[in-house]
């Protein structure tokens, strides 16, 4: 099983990020902040609340004074981006400015900008957002010019309506206009990094408001690869719900003069084990066609319902007039998914339309 990401916060990486701190600030006190991070119940703490729990210890080891606490974190910081790989770890560093930096708007942002470079400061521009919505959207459209690539993503990723694992922004749920003009600011951005998270910010939006992205992914789509591969990534989630105009932009169309001959599907397959499944499609037009093929598992939840999720098959314009497929999906251990044993069932999908369907038994927990 892979390691929890929660176990990089260990004994050496506390000690090393005390020796970090102390070599900034002689005051620092390091064997209080090794002690006071494992104390209590650090076992059973996941991987934010780890986080906050070294953030709060480094805030009981250093001064009153926010700013020279951020003057030493600063420094920290440039000594870890010489020393160190940036990495999720060091969210702390921004976590430590949402957490005591509310009352310094300036001060807090401009460190944001910087520490962002280490780690993403994605989450804690939020409360800032919260806060003071027009300033901070002003701040974030002069990030979308900065010519670092990590200061643009913050742009676009900081504004996000529903960030996974953030509080998620009320207001821009309500009315996505002002994240729009960053958005369209990043578009065309060199960097594969930015425009990812361009695209998953509109997929966000279209969650509550699918017409708006619609619009854009229309005005968009065709102008280069960059745009089209924004768009396409962007519309995932309306391609899954099987919305017809994204479909359409796509030339997802009609599927009924497609055959589906024989789904076969196991009727048991055991955790930690593959669930195969196969099948063939046939057409008697001149070929297959433009297709977006999907499978869906509802999978079992632990209240005897089921929740389902969708995965990709396949996409591409088949030439030929029959094609066969064969697939596996993995029941492994995740992070993301509890799995619960019982009857399970799965769906497959062409161009969003569901054409078979059964069910099968996950065993083995």
């Not at 102390?22 to 209080?32: I, S, T, V």
Request: charged share 25%.
């Amino acid at each position: 099983m892979a390691e929890l990401l929660k176990h990089v916060y260990n004994e050496l990486f506390i000690k090393n990020l005390g020796e970090a701190f102390a070599r900034q600030a002689p005051y620092f006190d390091l064997k209080k902040f090794e002690s006071s991070v494992f104390s209590r119940n650090w076992q059973d703490l996941e991987l934010k609340a780890r986080m906050r729990r070294i953030t709060e210890c480094l805030q009981h080891c250093m001064t009153d004074d926010y700013g020279e606490n951020l003057r030493v974190l600063l420094d920290v910081s440039e000594v870890l981006k010489t020393h160190s790989k940036p990495g999720f770890e060091y969210m702390l560093f921004p976590d430590f400015v949402e957490l005591y930096g509310q009352d310094d708007f300036d001060l807090s942002i401009n460190a944001l900008e910087q520490l962002t470079k280490l780690a993403s400061a994605e989450f804690a521009v939020r409360p800032f957002i919260m806060s003071q919505p027009k300033k901070m959207m002003a701040k974030m459209s002069a990030w979308a010019k900065s010519p670092d690539a990590d200061v643009r993503r913050l742009a676009s990723e900081g504004c996000r309506p529903r960030l996974p694992w953030a509080m998620a922004l009320p207001n821009f749920k309500n009315d996505p206009k002002p994240i729009l003009p960053v958005l369209r600011q990043l578009k065309n951005d060199k960097s594969l990094y930015v425009r990812r998270s361009v695209a998953n910010n509109l997929n966000d939006i279209s969650k509550d408001h699918p017409d708006v992205v619609l619009d854009i992914a229309q005005q968009w789509l065709g102008e280069n690869d960059e745009t089209d591969w924004i768009v396409k990534h962007a519309l995932r989630g309306l391609l899954k719900s099987a919305d017809a105009t994204a479909l359409g932009l796509f030339g997802y169309g009609d599927v009924k003069h497609l055959e589906l001959c024989e789904l076969r599907l196991e009727k048991t397959v055991s955790f930690g084990d593959y669930l195969p499944f196969s099948f063939e499609l046939k057409t008697s037009a001149k070929s297959i066609g433009n297709l977006r093929i999907e499978y869906a598992i509802d999978f079992m939840k632990s209240n005897g319902k089921t929740a389902r999720k969708i995965f990709k098959v396949s996409e591409s314009n088949y030439r030929q007039t029959n094609k066969e497929f064969q697939r596996k999906h993995a029941f492994k251990p995740i992070a993301t998914r509890q799995h619960y044993p019982g009857e399970h069932g799965f769906a497959l999908l062409l161009n969003g339309v569901e054409v078979a369907s059964h069910r099968f038994l996950l065993t083995g927990l």
